[in-house]
């Protein structure tokens, strides 16, 4: 059949090109890009560490399965394969890995880094560290002699084991074990972005697997934990839930339009806009953006979702064929559209790249969902389908009802305020609990901080900052010995400001005095055994030797980078507490003594931003709200018919807000994205029952229409609705049950048929 | 046929070695009272300009690790495990290492412990064992390393006593130099 041929024909030529676009558009999944943008720097913190903090890098792992020697061989042998795998940025067990270019560099940098210079030359201390280094003679031999030569004071082991990775549970230079001595414990850096799942996925599998491939470790079990596992397994679980639900929804769909239609070209051609849709929106994302994001897809998808009562609406009105439908359902299918259109605009406008994406393609998409609709398909020669709802009767009901509802849900929500809304970001992904109280475990084992809580020093430059932090370091000694934290990491470690490495090198002598020190405090000493110690002493410079670029080329350099940062206003510096047993008496503390550090918590500040934001959303979609309003008395010129028209989808959105808030834990920015799209639906739904029942045969065409929409769609989101990750089960409950109630509302307020 | 005959010889260990042996370890094994010994360990460095002197005294623990408690050159708690070596000081330091990085202190603490618990099996386990009985009930044990890796870092380690007592100790090292112990009880 021609008519057959050419929709076949059409759709195949529509997919082939969806598949191509997506070919050559890299897909992006990182989430950091439907952050808000930052607006103060508490909060660029929070995007900075979200999108590349150290602390969502770390993987923690555990081996047990046997004791003492064997956990041990097979710790250093698993420590050193995973090294040398891309990917891994640096491997923590315990034991300080020889790492030749991180030690060269602090035996070069040694006379600037270590604190106290003064007091470790006088007489008695200069004599008991000599005496030590008679006790490294004695124990190692001739291996310790050229350490010894080079480094008599001990600096350089002093230096390595302040910085030796989060602080380690037994006696440092052993390997980690927990608690009871069962297990190893491991610390991972990957080198990936704590967003990026498929990197992070891939490491994981690595890390597994080369530990099964090695013989140290037969019969044993690995067990990883931290934010990259995590995030991991969320992403596949919403995957694959995803995936099934969606296959339902659609299976569905397609069953439920061919007995409704009892035509399978029918339902192929209804596929057509929405193909056309998705092909049109990425079109516009790749010319716009240059990259589509995969929440992008996934959420554009759905707000298409409007799309596909389009030509259920066409093929409803067809009585007369095809094409005179198209003329009939013309005017309220573009008002709708249109006013669909300007809601999506809004969200093109967001500070977000990924929401703005989002509204990008939604609305592109949906521009050419509806060309497709009135102009490709009633040229397609298709026939008409039959009537297949038996007729029913809803009770009709007084817009003022509505109206009422409205109102009284309106107070709810004034009343209600600001509880109606969660910021709790945890429950839109699955989030295995086992995995995160593995992870919380271990990093206490570990001393490794509570990835939730940072101090902040921001300066003008970098010597400033620098300094600023110094002195925050020398009050948070004052905090750990009030008992307030246990431990932090800074960045003055490696890099000390300008001031204090000029400071240090004055505290130096000369080297014949130095040499003169040396021989009255080790006396069995040959006087020229310390030639290169002091060879290096004459070859310090004059001004300050090291900056963050000391360490490039040395897996110390992340380090540096990941705690000291240019910012659009100058440099931060970031100090990383553990152990503290109360953060808000750490706060006030560091208020007390004017501190120029600040603590930071990620999780409060997160959950402001997304407060914030989805002000400013609520504030586009109002605009939003107005404009469509307006638009419709544009072209519906009465204001009565206006106001009959904007209130069922109004009450609906209003009514399932209340419900699922309160019902609920609240709305998430999830939550209203199914409502907009509500609000599009129902908007749609309102148009045809109050423009197109002006006779009863129009008016059974409309009803027939509208209801095969609201039960389609209502079935779709309803399957999805029984999902158990929290995304899925909010949009789908949302979009079920607004569309449910718009349904209703709008029929309900049908306007009366003419008496003839 | 008299090259085997010789072989055959000299594998048949000398008359009374064996009764050497089995007669000093029943001597070690004699010995009553704590197995706490005072030591003086002399040995030479390229970097001092006289031989490094350390003393202390050492025991063996509960958990079977030989312990050394040094007064010079530093106050020390030098605890020697089976794989590894911690180092403890009054002023709250502690380092551990790997034994990997010391075999010399694997070996002697291998040996040491063999004599103080008097047991030639274990002993034999790692070393092969030469004993010699002199005059006056004095005595000498020689242990040479059965592991390569070892052998390569220590060729021997001769133990002198003279009845129950030890009295000193020589760890001959492959590079020639010797880590020599004066050994005597704690008064």
């Known amino acids: ?756 | 046929m008299p090259a085997a005959l010789l072989m055959l010889a000299a594998s048949i260990p000398a008359p009374g070695a064996d009764d050497d042996a089995a007669w000093i370890f029943q001597r070690l094994a004699d010995r009553s009272g704590d197995s706490t010994l005072e030591f003086t360990e002399t040995r030479k460095s390229e970097l001092l300009s006289e031989p490094l002197e350390v003393s202390g005294t050492l025991h063996r623990d509960g958990e079977g690790n030989l312990v050394r408690m040094t007064r010079s050159p530093t106050r020390e708690t030098q605890t020697l495990a089976e794989d590894h070596v911690e180092v403890r000081r009054d002023d709250g330091f502690r380092r551990r290492f790997s034994m990997d990085r010391a075999p010399e202190l694997k070996a002697l603490r291998s040996a040491l412990i063999g004599i103080l618990e008097a047991d030639r099996n274990r002993l034999a386990e790692h070393f092969r064992i030469h004993a010699k009985r002199g005059e006056a009930d004095r005595w000498c044990l020689r242990f040479v390393p059965d592991d390569a890796a070892l052998a390569e870092r220590v060729e021997s380690i001769t133990v002198h006593g003279r009845d129950s007592r030890l009295v000193r100790m020589h760890v001959r090292l492959a590079d020639g130099e010797t880590i020599r112990t004066k050994l005597q009880p704690v008064q």
Not at chain 1, 98 to 121: H, K, W
């Open chain 1, 1 to 756: 059949m021609k008519a057959g041929l050419r929709v076949g024909l059409m759709l195949a030529l529509v997919v082939a090109g969806i598949a191509i676009v997506l070919s050559r558009l890299s897909l992006d999944y990182r989430i950091d890009a439907f952050l808000p943008a930052p607006e103060s720097a508490s909060q660029a913190v929070v995007t900075d560490q979200l999108s590349q903090g150290p602390g969502g890098r770390l993987i923690f792992a555990a081996i047990d399965g046997a004791e003492g020697g064997r956990l041990k061989t097979a710790s250093q042998a698993l420590a050193e394969r995973w090294r040398s795998l891309d990917g891994v940025e640096r491997v923590d067990n315990g034991i300080p890995e020889p790492d030749r270019a991180s030690m060269e560099r602090l035996m070069q940098a040694r006379f600037v880094l270590i604190p106290d210079i003064e007091s470790r030359l006088a007489p008695a201390r200069l004599r008991q560290t000599l005496r030590e280094r008679l006790s490294e003679l004695a124990l190692a031999g001739g291996r310790a002699e050229e350490f010894i030569r080079r480094d008599p004071l001990g600096l350089v082991p002093e230096i390595g084991e302040r910085l030796t990775g989060p602080g380690g549970p037994a006696a440092p230079g052993d390997i980690w074990l927990d608690d009871d001595g069962h297990r190893a414990l491991l610390v991972v850096t990957s080198a990936h972005p704590p967003f990026d799942f498929q990197a992070q996925e891939s490491l994981l599998e690595r890390l597994h697997s080369t530990f099964d491939a090695l013989d140290e470790a037969r019969g044993l079990q690995l067990r990883l934990a931290g934010a990259p596992v995590i995030s991991v397994d969320s992403a596949n679980r919403s995957r694959s839930d995803a995936l099934r639900l969606s296959s339902l929804g659609a299976g569905f769909l397609l069953l439920f339009l061919l007995w409704a239609w009892r035509s399978p070209l029918l339902v192929a051609a209804a596929g057509l806009p929405l193909a056309a849709g998705v092909l049109c929106g990425l079109l516009a994302t790749a010319a716009l953006f240059g990259q589509v994001h995969g929440l992008t897809l996934a959420f554009g998808f759905t707000l298409l979702g409007v799309a596909l009562d389009y030509p259920v609406h066409l093929f409803g009105h067809a009585e007369g064929g095809i094409r005179s439908s198209a003329s009939r359902v013309r005017m309220p299918m573009l008002l709708g559209a249109a006013s669909t259109l300007i809601a999506y605009a809004a969200i093109w406008l967001s500070s977000s790249p990924g929401l703005a994406q989002l509204g990008a393609f939604s609305a592109a998409g949906l521009a050419g969902a509806t060309a497709t609709t009135l102009l490709v398909l009633p040229r397609v020669g298709l026939s008409p389908p039959g009537e297949r709802l038996a007729a029913w009767r809803l009770p009709a009901l007084s817009p003022w009802v509505l109206v009422a509802l409205l109102l009284l849900v309106l107070a709810v929500m004034a009343t209600r305020g600001a509880d109606l809304w969660s910021g709790d970001l945890t429950r839109l992904s699955p989030v295995d609990p086992e995995l995160v109280a593995a992870e919380r475990d271990m990093r206490r084992m570990l001393n490794a901080g509570d990835a939730r809580h940072l101090l902040v020093v921001t300066g003008e430059d970098r010597e400033a900052v620098l300094q600023a932090t110094e002195h925050a370091a020398d009050q948070l000694n004052q905090a750990q010995q009030a008992g307030l934290l246990a431990d932090w990491q800074s960045v003055v470690e490696l890099v000390p400001s300008e001031r204090t490495q000029r400071r240090r090198l004055d505290q130096w002598p000369a080297p014949e005095a130095m040499r003169d020190l040396l021989s009255a405090a080790g006396p069995s000493f040959r006087p020229d055994s310390f030639e290169p110690f002091l060879q290096d002493l004459e070859d310090l410079p004059e001004d300050a030797p090291v900056g963050p670029d000391t360490w490039q080329g040395t897996p110390l350099a992340h380090r540096v980078d990941s705690l000291l940062q240019p910012t659009a206003s100058g440099w931060r510096s970031i100090l990383i507490p553990a152990g503290m047993s109360d953060p808000d008496a750490l706060a006030q503390w560091l208020d007390d003594q004017n501190s120029p550090a600040r603590l930071v918590d990620l999780k409060h500040i997160a959950e402001g931003m997304v407060a914030d934001y989805r002000r400013e959303i609520g504030v586009s979609l109002a605009v939003a709200a107005g404009l469509i309003l307006g638009l419709l008395w544009l072209r519906l010129r009465r204001p009565g018919l206006v106001v009959r028209v904007a209130l069922p989808p109004a009450t609906a959105v209003s009514c399932t807000a209340v419900v699922l808030a309160l019902g609920g834990d609240g709305l998430t920015i999830v939550h209203l994205t199914g409502l907009l799209l509500v609000g599009g639906i129902g908007l749609d739904y309102a148009l045809f029952v109050h423009t197109r029942t002006r006779g009863a045969s129009e008016a059974r065409m409309t009803r027939q229409a509208v209801s095969i929409c609201a039960l389609s769609t209502g079935g779709v989101f309803l399957i999805l609705g029984i999902s158990e990750i929290g995304m899925l089960r909010m949009l789908g409950l949302t979009v079920a049950c607004g569309v449910l109630l718009s349904f209703l509302f709008a029929w309900m307020t049908r306007p009366p048929l003419p008496r003839s």
